[in-house]
């Protein structure tokens, strides 16, 4: 976990089994002592993180953790590898040995967003600040919405939230270093994917590092003043307007993006013609 001291964060890395993870080898304690002298550059840091080489899901982690009172808020759980990951409506996750799968935990009251459905945005728009710096050309990472981060218009990363009682559960899963295979047709068919390593991109993290700097963003954000204009005006400034989306109804229905409305609902037309509609985020609560 990380404290708060005197404007920077002492980094203490939890380790360990329990809540269906295995425990954590000797090779992750020697790596996380590297990280005792790494000072992360924020001001506010996620009080509580928790490193797992595998799981099942950090997202199922995080529930437990909350229903069993055994982690402070805001806190973040992060694994190596997940076994049962998912996405949005149960539809299965696929990431790959050495990609982030990070929850983040945060009380419902301390958040500084009303409505809550401009708040996969804002994570979007966040999660791309801390990946930006990574690529020779940023302006290659663009926003889908609701909630997904592509590079060169294919799946870089994407969002999952839910509740657990007064809190919010943020899931974030970035392709580091596999750009999984994704099916065309079915339940779980959605976007080509791409890879961080695929980019022309700097020197890059590994995934634990790069959890940790999502996570304290996030918790970063949790802490300070936003305004609803503000999150509409960041978030389609980085939008990719170009592509079409497919509608995941029956009607497959291909749309053209035209403009977020101040309460996150996206207005669209139809490639084929007809009348302009609304969408709304199909996840969030």
């Not at 404007?7 to 089994?17: A, K, V």
Request: with cysteine; net charge negative.
């Amino acid at each position: 976990s990380a404290a708060e001291d005197g404007g920077h964060c002492r980094m203490r890395l939890n380790i360990g089994g329990g809540g269906g993870f295995k425990a954590a080898h000797k090779s992750l304690l020697h790596r996380s002592l590297l990280l005792l002298t790494t000072t992360v550059m924020a001001d506010v840091c996620v009080t509580n993180f928790y490193w797992r080489e595998e799981g099942d899901s950090t997202m199922d982690e995080a529930h437990r953790l909350l229903k069993e009172e055994q982690a402070e808020r805001p806190f973040a759980v992060a694994a190596g590898r997940q076994t049962v990951g998912r996405g949005t409506r149960g539809r299965t996750w696929s990431d790959g040995d050495g990609n982030v799968k990070v929850t983040v935990a945060l009380a419902v009251s301390s958040l500084p967003l009303s409505p809550l459905t401009l708040l996969p945005l804002r994570v979007g728009v966040l999660a791309r600040s801390v990946l930006a710096p990574y690529l020779r050309d940023p302006t290659t990472l663009t926003l889908k919405w609701p909630n997904d981060i592509l590079l060169e218009s294919n799946k870089l990363a994407g969002t999952l939230i839910e509740m657990e009682g007064d809190s919010l559960l943020i899931g974030i899963g970035v392709n580091l270093k596999v750009a999984p295979n994704v099916r065309r047709e079915g339940p779980d068919a959605g976007r080509s994917s791409a890879a961080l390593t695929d980019a022309n991109s700097t020197a890059l993290p590994d995934a634990e590092t790069l959890s940790r700097q999502i996570a304290t963003a996030i918790a970063d954000w949790a802490t300070n003043t936003d305004a609803d204009a503000t999150v509409v005006s960041d978030w389609t400034k980085l939008a990719d307007w170009q592509s079409t989306l497919t509608l995941r109804d029956a009607t497959q229905q291909q749309v053209e993006p035209l403009r977020l409305l101040d309460d996150g609902r996206l207005l669209v037309k139809p490639v084929d013609g007809g009348p302009e509609r609304t969408l709304v985020a199909e996840y969030l609560l």
